[in-house]
């Protein structure tokens, strides 16, 4: 499960002027204004030219992570925009991993847990692991076997190979709605798929001190940001306007029109 398309609250706007979303990137008549890149190491630049890309330590892992090895035959790895990988689902579009990312990144520091739900292809999988180091701890979830079975052909073929082999790296089949608990609590959470509301499950395995980042709504939806304290208690913040494919069964979504 993964975004079907990115629609940032400027893209809604009745200006047709140039804005700035919170996450930095520029847009001009409701697009993202940064086109395609032929090769990683370009796509990465520009990200980073439109103020998507902000921290070095992103920067990094997405050089070191060729998206080209997480898209399907055929498709435009380095343009910016989400590609469908079968079975009602996509790889997001690389300015939405890279918002992703920045916004996780307090919270994927070496040594750290995380949890991907909805992992697909495992690019961004492949990142959080890059990110906590061999140290640390990174669980990918997603309940379509092929995509399982393909994402973890995808990593071993990337710089994330060896953390898959020591085990630091692991994607299950599984209902991402109901989390991985055996690894819980996580320092970082991040959501593929548009859930209706937050999950309980999820929230419960946030570490205190941690953050998710997840879309929520249904025709509208939010990129949420939520913060457990380490006292516990949960505060959350609207990020952006999204639109992600929904955070369903595996039956819902095969069976998607």
Same mark, same amino acid.
């Given at each position: 499960?993964?975004?079907?398309?990115?629609?940032?609250?400027?893209?809604?706007?009745?200006?047709?002027?140039?804005?700035?979303?919170?996450?930095?990137?520029?847009?001009?008549?409701?697009?993202?204004?940064?086109?395609?890149?032929?090769?990683?190491?370009?796509?990465?630049?520009?990200?980073?030219?439109?103020?998507?890309?902000?921290?070095?330590?992103?920067?990094?892992?997405?050089?070191?992570?060729?998206?080209?090895?997480?898209?399907?035959?055929?498709?435009?790895?380095?343009?910016?925009?989400?590609?469908?990988?079968?079975?009602?689902?996509?790889?997001?579009?690389?300015?939405?991993?890279?918002?992703?990312?920045?916004?996780?990144?307090?919270?994927?520091?070496?040594?750290?847990?995380?949890?991907?739900?909805?992992?697909?292809?495992?690019?961004?999988?492949?990142?959080?692991?890059?990110?906590?180091?061999?140290?640390?701890?990174?669980?990918?979830?997603?309940?379509?076997?092929?995509?399982?079975?393909?994402?973890?052909?995808? #990593?071993?073929?990337?710089? &994330? !190979? /060896? =953390?898959?082999?020591?085990?630091?790296?692991?994607?299950?089949?599984?209902? %991402? *709605?109901?989390?991985?608990?055996?690894?819980?609590?996580?320092?970082? #959470?991040?959501?593929?798929? &548009? !859930? /209706? =509301?937050?999950?309980?499950?999820?929230?419960?395995?946030?570490?205190?001190? %941690? *953050?998710?980042?997840?879309?929520?709504?249904?025709?509208?939806?939010?990129?949420?940001?939520?913060?457990?304290?380490?006292?516990?208690?949960?505060?959350?913040?609207?990020?952006?306007?999204?639109?992600?494919?929904?955070?369903?069964?595996?039956?819902?979504?095969?069976?998607?029109?």
């Amino acid at each position: 499960m993964e975004v079907l398309r990115s629609i940032l609250s400027c893209f809604s706007s009745r200006s047709r002027t140039r804005s700035r979303s919170r996450t930095g990137a520029q847009y001009v008549n409701g697009l993202w204004s940064s086109g395609a890149s032929d090769k990683n190491k370009s796509m990465v630049e520009q990200l980073q030219t439109y103020g998507v890309v902000r921290t070095s330590k992103v920067a990094e892992v997405m050089q070191a992570i060729d998206r080209g090895l997480f898209v399907p035959p055929g498709g435009s790895p380095y343009f910016d925009s989400p590609m469908s990988i079968g079975y009602n689902a996509t790889i997001s579009a690389p300015h939405m991993h890279a918002a992703c990312l920045e916004l996780l990144e307090k919270n994927l520091q070496p040594g750290m847990r995380a949890l991907d739900v909805g992992s697909g292809t495992g690019y961004l999988t492949a990142c959080f692991a890059l990110m906590v180091g061999s140290e640390g701890r990174v669980v990918g979830v997603e309940h379509i076997p092929e995509l399982v079975a393909t994402s973890i052909e995808n #990593i071993k073929k990337s710089t &994330a !190979a /060896p =953390q898959l082999n020591d085990g630091s790296l692991s994607i299950h089949i599984a209902d %991402g *709605r109901e989390g991985w608990p055996e690894l819980a609590p996580y320092d970082a #959470i991040h959501v593929g798929a &548009a !859930a /209706p =509301q937050i999950p309980k499950a999820l929230i419960e395995q946030l570490k205190p001190g %941690g *953050r998710m980042v997840i879309p929520v709504g249904t025709v509208f939806q939010e990129l949420k940001v939520v913060d457990k304290k380490l006292d516990g208690t949960v505060s959350i913040k609207d990020e952006t306007s999204v639109r992600y494919v929904p955070l369903t069964s595996k039956e819902a979504q095969l069976h998607a029109n």
